[in-house]
């Protein structure tokens, strides 16, 4: 009896000594955003990638720069949980987000919005493993067993996906950055996963298909969300000002590039004279061409 309250008690005091694994634990480029969720960016720049535990399994949210940041998300994954990963969410189709996916998967099952697997295809690069295999010793390494994976569901406009005791709400984000860009909303935690539309103060490569005025819709649709933490893309775990920057940052170039048409500007001048000054210390400025194409075109249709 007695033996068995002492045992008891020392079960207890071990508990309450237990010590949560902190983001340093994981090592460099962690950051713990909530209880039992995290983001892993080698550095400033860097796509991010993350994972979400459950008492189901960890969550996967973009499988990280490059093939070595992949095997470290995994190995920080393997001290959180022996449990295995049960999905991967894309954010969107490129390969700084979605290259690592054979590292989770299988087990992992791999989801983002209808016309992702299309998007992959259309990037995948036959020789950018020879390419990376090239760099270093550590890449060739972390290559090895490479295989494009595309989603293995394909979801239309939202999907939510209800795993132990977390929400995951999955939110298409029309012609914002890639073929397919995909929000992931934890209306709980109020933690947001706001893929590319919005990065950290750098100029976002804007491919042709995508649009200002879609781009300014996926922001008022995230910020309806009141989330407390935003992580974006690329760069450190934010919060809605971000997506008051862009605002700032899309509107004033809209009203340039619509002022300079209005006075008969070609194009071609209007890329030569337009500059943005009050954004100079953004990185990415060597976009800013590519960011004229689209509003010159979001003006033209208007
Ligand atoms: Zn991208």
């Given at each position: 009896m007695k033996t068995g309250f002492r045992h008891a008690s020392l079960a207890i005091l071990l508990m309450s000594y237990a010590v949560p694994i902190l983001a340093q634990d994981l090592g460099p480029g962690f950051t713990k955003v909530k209880d039992?969720?995290?983001?892993?960016?080698a550095k400033e720049g860097n796509s991010t990638c993350s994972v979400v535990l459950?008492?189901?399994?960890?969550?996967i949210i973009d499988t990280c720069q490059t093939p070595p940041?992949?095997?470290?998300?995994?190995?920080?994954?393997?001290k959180l949980t022996d449990k295995p990963v049960r999905f991967v969410i894309d954010t969107e189709v490129h390969n700084d987000h979605t290259f690592g996916h054979f590292v989770f998967s299988p087990p992992a099952v791999v989801i983002n919005h209808e016309g992702a697997t299309e998007g992959m295809k259309k990037g995948y690069d036959p020789k950018?493993?020879?390419?990376?295999?090239a760099?270093?010793?550590e890449m060739r390494e972390a290559v090895k067993g490479y295989r494009m994976i595309t989603p293995h569901l394909e979801y239309r406009n939202k999907m939510t996906i209800n795993l132990g005791e977390r929400t995951f709400e999955?939110?298409?984000?029309k012609n914002v950055h890639s073929e397919a860009d995909t929000a992931v909303w934890l209306p709980k935690e109020r933690v947001l996963f706001a893929a590319s539309a919005a990065n950290v103060r750098s100029i976002i490569n804007?491919?042709?298909?995508?649009?200002?005025p879609d781009i300014l819709a996926s922001y008022r649709l995230m910020k309806s969300l009141n989330p407390e933490i935003v992580v974006p893309g690329h760069g450190p775990v934010s919060t809605t000002k971000i997506f008051d920057e862009y605002e700032g940052f899309y509107s004033l170039l809209l009203q340039r590039v619509s002022d300079m048409a209005a006075q008969g500007k070609s194009l071609e001048q209007i890329k030569k004279?337009?500059?943005?000054?009050?954004?100079?210390?953004w990185s990415g400025q060597d976009r800013l061409g590519v960011n004229i194409d689209v509003a010159y075109k979001s003006v033209k249709q208007n």
């Open positions: 039992g969720i995290y983001v892993y960016a459950t008492q189901e399994g960890p969550v940041d992949s095997h470290r998300l995994m190995a920080g994954v393997k950018r493993v020879e390419t990376l295999s760099q270093s010793p999955l939110l298409y984000l804007l491919r042709p298909f995508v649009t200002i004279e337009l500059k943005m000054p009050e954004y100079s210390d």
